[in-house]
């Protein structure tokens, strides 16, 4: 079994800042692409940042410049810092993890989603 825990969501005012986290458990074998989606009320779940286990990342358009995706290898973790949030950052942000755990192929992984809120 694998499992991804986030943390780190809540309430900031606009121009406020958050950090996500991501931490993966279980038998995993290896971990390659992580990332972080968000959905919002009424609208699909999108790709937020993503990044592979070599560093290469890849961000959305509308959050380039404000957030910025990192991992530790060593500690299966992912980490989202989200600067200068606006209210249409507003959204559940899921972390996903495609991760080889023993004996089964590789999977997509999600996380239960941390609510992130910004607003005055």
């Known amino acids: 079994q694998v499992q991804l825990v986030e943390s780190g969501g809540g309430l900031v005012q606009p121009g406020g800042s958050l950090r996500l986290s991501c931490a993966a458990s279980g038998s995993i074998f290896r971990i390659n692409d992580m990332g972080w989606y968000r959905q919002a009320p009424g609208k699909q779940r999108e790709l937020v940042a993503s990044?592979?286990?070599?560093?290469?990342?890849v961000y959305a358009d509308s959050v380039k410049g404000r957030f910025t995706i990192s991992r530790d290898n060593a500690k299966n973790t992912v980490y989202l810092q989200m600067n200068s949030l606006k209210p249409e950052d507003t959204a559940v942000y899921y972390c996903?993890?495609?991760?080889?755990?023993?004996?089964?192929?590789?999977?997509?992984?999600w996380g239960q989603g941390t609510q992130v809120t910004v607003s005055s």
């Open positions: 990044t592979t286990s070599g560093g290469n990342t």
């Open positions: 996903n993890g495609k991760i080889l755990a023993y004996g089964v192929a590789q999977t997509d992984y």
